[in-house]
């Protein structure tokens, strides 16, 4: 019913291994136009650059290292918001702090993968290994210095994310609109 044999060719025949069926090569059906493929070259990494400010410059900002001592849960969630692009909010991520820090008593375990996540999207200096056992040794002045790296970056930590997108879209579609005349006029 089927003819397997393959036709005679110049071509060695081409391996069916792959599929397991028979296939034969026809150079009639070949192309000559150049096939040559040469992909992209991948993009080039964001250069390591330095935290805008040191581990303990903390009371550079009074208020921030206030709130930290007293309800780091506050900064986080805050921090936590920016990092995630409004994807959780303050207060959930700032409440899973707090139920990791009562539940197992270490919340620097759940915040030390938010400045990993932050040292990548903004090319900064440092290593897993080193956002690991900052947070486990200085919490809250890391807490404090990734407040301050975001709020140098220009971001408005009280709002939030969303406020900052609302902010920043409003200062760019502030354009006024065409002038409409009211009544009919001759």
């Not at 071509?11 to 992909?39: C, E, I, L, Q």
């Not at 994310?161 to 879209?169: A, K, L, P, T, Y």
């Amino acid at each position: 019913m089927y003819d397997y044999e393959q036709a005679p060719s110049s071509d060695p025949p081409k391996s069916a291994a792959t599929t397991g069926f028979p296939v034969s090569y026809n150079s009639a059906y070949s192309s000559t136009a150049d096939t040559s493929y040469t992909p992209a070259p991948p993009p080039q990494p964001k250069p390591i650059v330095k935290w805008s400010t040191g581990l303990c410059d903390c009371f550079s900002d009074c208020s921030n290292c206030c709130i930290t001592c007293l309800c780091p849960c506050v900064t986080f969630g805050r921090v936590a918001e920016i990092v995630d692009k409004g994807s959780t909010s303050c207060g959930a991520s700032g409440a899973l702090y707090t139920l990791i820090c009562c539940v197992i008593g270490c919340g620097c375990l759940y915040s030390c993968f938010y400045r990993s996540k932050m040292r990548r999207q903004y090319g900064l200096k440092g290593s897993g290994c080193t956002d690991c056992l900052l947070h486990c040794c200085c919490e809250y002045c890391v807490l404090c210095q990734e407040y301050r790296e975001l709020q140098n970056r220009g971001f408005d930590m009280i709002i939030g994310w969303h406020g900052n997108v609302e902010q920043r879209s409003r200062g760019v579609a502030m354009i006024a609109p065409p002038s409409v005349q009211q009544g009919m006029t001759r």
